[in-house]
């Protein structure tokens, strides 16, 4: 189980499968390296380090068990890891792109989509930080390069650890319209969006509504999330400054 | 647009996954792609005449081995490039052996001939088009395994584009290995390896426009 990142990215995978004892160990290497230069930091380097491997290794964990909860059918928990999924992502794209504040929550919007798209090429047994920072970081350098920003040219150097670190609470909007967007889509990926994602109706009594096959509901549903997300994507590119 | 509304609506319904739909696709993928590379040869090129006493030879086999075994690296290298945070780590030595394999008995074979005989059997009777027919053979399959990745979600899409193209061509390699008369290792290890690898270039150039996601 390899995993992309710089050099401590093996740690949290490790810091995730044996708890928070062994990450600590692993993080403590550093400090003393550090502390032997600067005896005087130990106490407070420590304390920060280990708070942080404790924070860290919490969120990988919580966030985790709602993801796999969501997964198996508990609505609840599947909205509570978006939930407490979304001040990570806030906080991790404020921070790269702090001029475009409106982007960023553009992007925030984006990436949930995708991160709700690609749920299917996630597995339990890898880091899921590793995973939603690989999908973020995905998003950001392509906003990066439809910008053709000079940006462009820095590669975020991040490890995925920094996801978990860092959270933006503060809500936003994005500049999307929901309706409109919605309006682009054919009719048998709308009508399942809209009556089982935002009715909330079953698919069963979706299918009854619009006469499609319980199959046809559901294969909308997917492919119109898909459509919204390239929809999304291909706006940002294409009029970078222009309100939505 | 409020986050939240966003939240809610992936939220609502039901988050289950249909588990098999990615294995699925790709076996679809490459059953109807390498379909199609073998009807494109018998239309193009058509099987060699001697294909059934051909087949009885382990010579003919070893010749059908490398670009499976190829086919076999990428396809572990594209699912897993496909997956957002995973690196493609072993994949890689995967891919490679079997060009190592053909290069060392490549060499070997040249090291036993004769010097006036190593040009030919290097060139074959085929070399100028050996490459640009199983880059022709490598459009169905090509088209099929893009359209199965596009069901992942592949963060660096030049590299998965080129192991896509690699997966495509060695796959059409299989089809032509049924027409192509070349029995020698030192002609593979140059003219299939060219052959495998310009699609790989190919996919490589369109990797980030046919996967962005």
Known sequence: MEHNGSNSAPLAGIAAHHGLGYSETLDLKPVHAYTALAPGLRESSFRRLAFTGLTLHDAEHRLKTLLTSGLEGDQGAYRAFLQALTPHLRGYLRKRIPQHRDDAEDLVQETLLAVHNARHTYRVDEPLTAWVHAIARYKLMDFFRSRARHESLNDPLDDHDDLFAVTDDEPAHARHDLGKLLAHLPDKQRLPIVHVKLEGLSVAQTAKITGLSESAVKVGVHRGLKALSARIRDIRSREPDENR | ?213
């Open chain 2, 1 to 213: 647009m409020k986050t939240d509304d966003l939240i809610e609506l992936l939220a609502t319904g039901d988050a289950r996954l249909d588990r098999p739909a990615v294995p699925r696709r790709f076996a679809q993928a490459l059953t109807f792609g390498l379909t199609g590379s073998v009807i494109l040869m018998l239309a193009v090129y058509g099987p060699r005449r001697d294909l059934a006493s051909i087949a009885q030879t382990a010579i003919f086999w070893a010749k059908v081995a490398f670009p499976l075994c190829v086919a076999a690296g990428a396809l572990i290298g594209v699912m897993r490039l496909g997956r957002p945070g995973v690196r493609v780590a072993h994949a890689w030595p995967v891919i490679g052996a079997p060009f190592i394999v053909v290069w060392i008995a490549g060499s070997l074979v040249l090291g036993d001939a004769a010097p006036a005989e190593r040009l030919p059997l290097v060139l074959g009777q085929s070399w100028r088009t050996c490459p640009f027919n199983i880059t022709l053979l490598s459009v169905p399959t090509f088209a099929a395994v893009f359209w199965a990745i596009r069901s992942l979600a592949p963060t660096d899409l030049r590299v998965a584009g080129a192991v896509a193209g690699l997966l495509s061509s060695s796959l059409a390699t299989i089809a032509y290995c049924l027409h192509c008369p070349e029995m020698s290792p030192a002609f593979w290890s140059v003219w299939y390896a060219i052959g495998m690898l310009l699609p790989a270039g190919i996919g490589a150039w369109l990797g980030p426009r046919l996967l962005r996601w």
